[in-house]
Structures are given as structure tokens and as C-alpha cells.
T-cell receptor, first 115, second 114 residues
Framework: AQTVTQSQPEMSVQEAETVTLSCTYDTSESDYYLFWYKQPPSRQMILVIRQEAYKQQNATENRFSVNFQKAAKSFSLKISDSQLGDAAMYFC????????????FGTGTRLQVFP | DGGITQSPKYLFRKEGQNVTLSCEQNLNHDAMYWYRQDPGQGLRLIYYSQIVNDFQKGDIAEGYSVSREKKESFPLTVTSAQKNPTAFYLCASMVSGRFGYEQYFGPGTRLTVT
């Protein structure tokens, strides 16, 4: 069975600094996708970034980028130039290659951003 | 406006009563999902449906039931058999967005059972 592990329950960062959130996963599949979701206090889940396992290039979306290490089954999220609005719960998620398959989530990391 | 609506935002029920949570989408998506969120446990899949009149159990389906009679609607019933029903419930549907296929979430319903 596939599992997703986030070992940092809480992280904090100073505004304008960079922070990295960790995620590891376990799967025997070769075709899969990895995601980072953000959940602000409103509790709305927002997709931040996605990585296809077959792509070697790390995904980037503005201030958000990932470090995808396929052999190590590691998928960390780097937030650059942190802003107060980045404060939220961040969830790492895995999905098998079939498009309508379910997401498997980690337990989340609460990110605090200090001015 | 396209999107997923969940109603109500907050729901209170007495123990022993069944309660149905609404999830509607006007995005013409085939696949829909129900997740439960508890503190410190992330999101866990309850049920999902890939087409009308068909659905599959997720990881924690016991004590829940669903129906999918219409493409746009996927209601979740929390039955009296669910031992710990108090939680935050999120509905999602699969959308082809800027990242390719992705799950798009509704705003959620907070259910409190006393």
C-alpha cells in the first residue's frame, strides 16, 4: 500500500526568508503524481504544485518549487520569499497514474510566518 | 460561476441520528470524492465515484453511505453506526486544470455530533 509521511508537524519562517517542508512516500508503482496542497485558516484546500514521477525536472510555480528525489522517494516543498499569506497547513499527497484515482495524504505541516 | 458547493458549512446533530451532507458541482466532472479530516491525521478517503450510479469504498467507509444518481450530486450520509462522526468533511471532484488532472475541493462541512 502507498503511504505518505510528513515528519514535521510544525515549521516557522521569517517573512522574506526561505523554508523547506519535507515529505517522503512509499510506493511500488512507476507511474504516479505528487502534490502539495495548502489549507489556510478558511480550510479551503488549494493545490500549490504538482510533480509527475516520469519527469526529472523539478516543478516550479512562482515562489514554490519542489525537490523531487525519485530514488529516495522524497518530495520536499521550498517556499522562497515567504509571505504572511503563506501561513497555513501544507499537505503532501500521492496519486497513482490513473487520473481519477484517489489521493493519499500525509498528516500535514503547519507553517507559521513571522513578520 | 463554476465550482463545488457543500452545505451547510456547520452541522450539529444528536448522537443516534443519521445526517446527510450535500455536495454539488456544476463543472460536469465525472469523478467525485469524499474525505474526512481529523486533527493530526490529514485527509482520509471515505467514498469515491468515477461515474454516475457507481461508487467505491475508500479507506474508512464504515458507518457512511453515498449515492450518485446525478452527475452533479454526490451526497454523503453519516449513519448512527459511525462511531466518531465529529469531523470536517471535504468533497472534491476531478478537474482538468493548469496542472493537468487535479482534485478540486469544496469549502467543507464541519459536523459536530453530541
Amino acid at each position: 500500500a502507498q503511504t505518505v509521511t510528513q515528519s514535521q508537524p510544525e515549521m516557522s519562517v521569517q517573512e522574506a526568508e526561505t523554508v523547506t517542508l519535507s515529505c517522503t512516500y512509499d510506493t511500488s508503482e512507476s507511474d504516479y503524481y505528487l502534490f502539495w496542497y495548502k489549507q489556510p485558516p478558511s480550510r479551503q484546500m488549494i493545490l500549490v504544485i504538482r510533480q509527475e514521477a516520469y519527469k526529472q525536472q523539478n516543478a516550479t510555480e512562482n515562489r514554490f518549487s519542489v525537490n523531487f528525489q525519485k530514488a529516495a522517494k522524497s518530495f520536499s516543498l521550498k517556499i522562497s520569499d515567504s509571505q504572511l499569506g503563506d501561513a497555513a497547513m501544507y499537505f503532501c499527497a500521492y496519486r497513482r497514474g490513473y487520473n481519477t484515482d484517489k489521493l493519499i495524504f500525509g498528516t500535514g505541516t503547519r507553517l507559521q510566518v513571522f513578520p | 460561476d463554476g465550482g463545488i458547493t457543500q452545505s451547510p458549512k456547520y452541522l450539529f446533530r444528536k448522537e443516534g441520528q443519521n445526517v446527510t451532507l450535500s455536495c454539488e458541482q456544476n463543472l460536469n466532472h465525472d469523478a467525485m470524492y469524499w474525505y474526512r479530516q481529523d486533527p493530526g491525521q490529514g485527509l482520509r478517503l471515505i467514498y469515491y465515484s468515477q461515474i454516475v450510479n457507481d461508487f467505491q469504498k475508500g479507506d474508512i467507509a464504515e458507518g457512511y453511505s453515498v449515492s450518485r444518481e446525478k452527475k452533479e450530486s454526490f451526497p454523503l450520509t453519516v449513519t448512527s453506526a459511525q462511531k466518531n462522526p465529529t469531523a470536517f468533511y471535504l468533497c472534491a471532484s476531478m478537474v482538468s486544470g493548469r496542472f493537468g488532472y487535479e482534485q478540486y475541493f469544496g469549502p467543507g462541512t464541519r459536523l459536530t455530533v453530541t
